[in-house]
């Protein structure tokens, strides 16, 4: 399996397409031309002004593979994501795809027999791969913090949240117990939960599912971290609560700053969520585009297929899963499909085409 | 045996006698004992009062949607429906007689059941064939080889082969497992099928073909559907009819195209609007509703949604339960309707 070379994407390219441009429409027409001019890029640029701001999270090219008994896994083949300080970035996919090990990648937390076998995790410049574990406990909590999907699975039972959201800003802050308490009362109420004096005192089985969240993510974001990941952090909520947590998630972001990955396997979460969305499909991303142009102008073929599969009263009476949206590929590229007419995985690393401006399309060169 | 009793709702037509329809029926769990001591124990014994006073009715044919968030009770009455979960108040009634007086054969023939997850819902140790042809046997229906031919048909009516036959539920994959699962509930050519949340357990990809799976069996099998789901967006594209729930009370009922495109319910509209939408430019900043769902146990006095309700008209809302009221083709539970004749509100007033 070699790596393809990749082209860089010259300034002049970068200059011929500035800002977001027009809206879908026109561009679908532009593409079904063939003559799109296609830049091939290495880099992923950070929509929206972001010429000057250094990004703050940066991966390149990384593969996570599991070697397991029955084989190799290649659950992560390729993966490049740039992440600006207080974006909103959401990862969608299917189950299988990769979401929630990017996650993991990111958290120095990959599971046995998991390994990384290569690319790069930039924090503010900093390489996190192969940190020992004594250096991640000092990025975890206080650069960057997890929100689980289950809440109440992912807190102790037999410690008081107390306990729990003090530790936490103990090893972050450094701070000492009292004014942990202190801290920890503050980021309760800022998280929105009534009475905070007494839910210190809580275990998490005396709370409910939406108030569990809410715990969850003051023990996330009372380290300060500028980069929080939420895996799935509604997917076990109502409708109603979900509502509650992702407001409260958007909240804190515009508050506090700090910049959010957020997975879900809810298109609707991420398109009401999210600035830029990537859409995964078996370890690679397929498709990454600012919110709006990815839903009014999906490209790749998974993509289109996934959103032929939403249900919407709309749709009344036509049938949903086939996708009726067919765009050309750039011109001399195929889509990168990753299952081959076999049934296998494909090992070929895809390029990232950019089909208009913030819009990359996983490709391979025909 | 069979009483016939002025409960029946109003709404319901009655011509086309094949028909599966919940009278007034109550489910509620009661609560023994709160402690070791006996004399901690209450003195009158709570319950959860999972479904209060619901009617609701399936033609042949016909597709009801039940949405509602977890603990509205649309699990307990949709096995209340199939007499896995006895109504302690009021009946279930197929085509005028109460299920409780049918034989559990005779009953089970005409309505099965198909169950929220394919991972838990199928015995492990037993082949798809055999998981399917079961109902067959124990209601003696053919011999060995018919039964084997009337499991592979519907094996293939379901979307999997012949091969698949031997196989056991581990060797499939979870939308595989739920076409097993309908194939089971189907073999015994049933007139209703109560479906749990059929596709919550499944990825969006797989869930189109179930759907449409379902769609077409309903169609040539003139199935009387009752779709559970929390999912809206779903139900929207699925259902004929819709019954949303809140706190164990149906709080409107309906065509689901009204009331989609004209939700009167606070709770239906508050519902909808939580749902979050899959299109370009969703991204909106709307009040989610307030507060959380409060317990089954202690249901608030008056409308069980007062709590959170935005649009709280008085003190009528804290003390009187409203009655059901027809109001633009549909049945509606609020006080905000209870007052002489309303012209309908326009479109998205409440959204």
Redesign the interface.
Known sequence: MTRQPRAISSPVDNALTPGLGPG?SSLMSHLLNENVQVHRVTSIQIPENSAAAAPLLQIRGLRLHFHTKTGLVRALEGIDIDLAPGECLGIVG??GSGKSMTARAIMGLVPHPGSIEGGSIKLEGQELIKLSQKEWRKIRGRQISMVFQEAKRALNPVSTIGNQIIEAAVQAQGVSRARAKELGISTLAKVGLPDPARIMDSYSFEL?G??AQRVMIAIAIVGGSKLIIADEPTSAL???????I??LL?DLRRDLGSALILIT?????????CDRIAVMYLGQIVEMAP??????NPVHPYTC?????????A??GK???RATRHVPPPAGYRYSTRRLPDGSISPEISHMIEVEPGHFVACLPE | MIIQTSAAPAAATMQDDEVLEARNVSVSFPIRGQGIWPLNRQREIPAVRAVQSVNLSVRRGEMVGIAGESGCGKSTLARAFVRLQPATGGSVTLSGTPIDNLPALELREQVQMVFQDPYNSLNPRRTAGSIIMESLVVHNRGTSAERRRLAVQMLERVGLTEAHFDRYPHEFSGGQRQRIAIARALILDPKFLVLDEPTSALDVSVQAKIIALIEDLRRHLRLGCLFISHDLNLIGYLVDRLAVMYLGRIVETGPVERIFANPLHPYTAALMAATPKPVAGAQTDRAPLEGEIPSNVRVPKGCPFHTRCTKRIGAICDTVLPAPRMVDDREVRCHLYNEAPIAPAPNGALA
């Open positions: 879908g299917e189950t409910s939406g108030m109502d409708v109603s609560i979900q509502a509650q992702l407001r958007r396997h809810d298109l609707g979460v991420a398109a009401e969520n919110a709006q142009m990815l839903f009014g297929s996934l959103m032929a599969s939403l249900p919407s009263a749709d009344r049938p949903i899963g």
